[in-house]
Each structure stands twice: as structure tokens, then as C-alpha cells.
Nanobody, 119 residues
């Protein structure tokens, strides 16, 4: 199993930027893709972005396209989420997760990191 630890969250004003990191350890060789999800208070967890470990395929939810960028550093076993032009509606706990195959669900969730965007 892989262990995931997110960091980089915080409080930022609308229009600001944050970069989230997700460091993986353990069975990292089994990674097919990594994803970022978020869960706002009182809402269900939603998909934000994902990247295959090869880096060939990247997907974003429409609401963050053009503002967020997902990337990965294979040598560091770390995936990043650069978030620019943040909006109050981006406020949520952000989680990263691993996918071990193209048809497997995301799993091995991290503990999450809080992002709060003030207006």
C-alpha cells in the first residue's frame, strides 16, 4: 500500500495562489495515476485533477481549468497542484489519492490539507 501526505494548504485572499504537494511512500511503483480531490464543508468530495504517472494524460474539472495545474516529480514521488486565481468557492479540504490501474478507483487517500480563500 502507498502512504500519501498532503501539504501546502493555508489561508489566502481571493486572486492569490497556493501550491499543494502530495508526497508518496511505500508501494509507489504500483502507481498508474495520481489525483487531487476536494471536499467543501457540507458537500461531497469532488474530483479536481489527475495525472498519469507517465505524465501523458491530464484531466481537470471544468471549474479549475486555466487556473490549476497538476504536475508530478517521479524522482521525488510527489505530485503537485499549483492553484492560481483562487476563488472563495475553492475553499475545501484537498486530498490526493492513487490509482493503480486505468480501471481501478482512486484509493490510499491522504489526510487532506485545508485551503481557505477569503473574499
Amino acid at each position: 500500500q502507498v502512504q500519501l501526505v498532503e501539504s501546502g494548504g493555508g489561508l489566502v485572499q481571493a486572486g492569490g495562489s497556493l501550491r499543494l504537494s502530495c508526497a508518496a511512500s511505500g508501494r509507489t511503483f504500483s502507481t498508474y495515476a495520481m489525483g487531487w480531490f476536494r471536499q467543501a464543508s457540507g458537500k461531497e468530495r469532488e474530483f479536481v485533477a489527475a495525472i498519469t504517472w507517465s505524465g501523458g494524460v491530464i484531466n481537470y474539472v471544468d471549474s479549475v481549468k486555466g487556473r490549476f495545474t497538476i504536475s508530478r516529480d517521479k524522482a521525488r514521488n510527489t505530485v503537485y497542484l499549483q492553484m492560481n486565481a483562487l476563488k472563495p468557492e475553492d475553499t475545501a479540504v484537498y486530498f490526493c489519492a492513487q490509482r493503480t490501474g486505468p480501471s481501478t478507483p482512486f484509493g490510499s487517500w491522504g489526510q487532506g490539507t485545508q485551503v481557505t480563500v477569503s473574499s
